[in-house]
């Protein structure tokens, strides 16, 4: 059975390789993309591709987002790395100021509060990125310390905030 969050306006499910024509509209915008750390500018089809295989669920759950059928964004809370499980998300901007990161953002905590055993997430922003840093205030996280992250898309260095939302007493 596929794994889907719904909330009163949005679908999340896994990544699926039909899904690969809607992901690359949304990163063929430049300004999606430059607040994202790994995903390049101009698009490239065959990275989409390679990112549109379905997540192993051992690791986390991320996938597109949906309103009313059509793909809005993408979220997901990923432990691919020693440093635990990270929060990422990308909205199309004819959805930015609707509170979809936000709304679906809450549905995908709890549920990885209830399916893993993570004592915290991570989350980070890029400075010039004003909104992710309100989202993630929204959801709870807590800003820890500044850095330098890599951004593909700019081809550059960026300064990144860095944020965690620890397990609660009672998730």
Known sequence: MMTRLITDRLMLRRTQPADVDAFHA???HFDVVRMTASWPWPADPAYTKSRCAPCDPAVGLAGPVFRH??????MGIMSREENGPELGYMFAPAHWGKGYATEMGVQLIAYVWAHYDWDAIRATAFEDNPASVRVLDKLGFTE????????RARNG???????TLPRPVNP
């Open 26 to 28: 949304l990163v063929s």
């Open 69 to 74: 059928g059509q793909l809005v964004g993408a």
């Open 144 to 151: 820890t310390c500044p850095t330098i992250g890599r951004c």
């Open 157 to 163: 260095d960026v300064p990144l905030r860095s944020f």
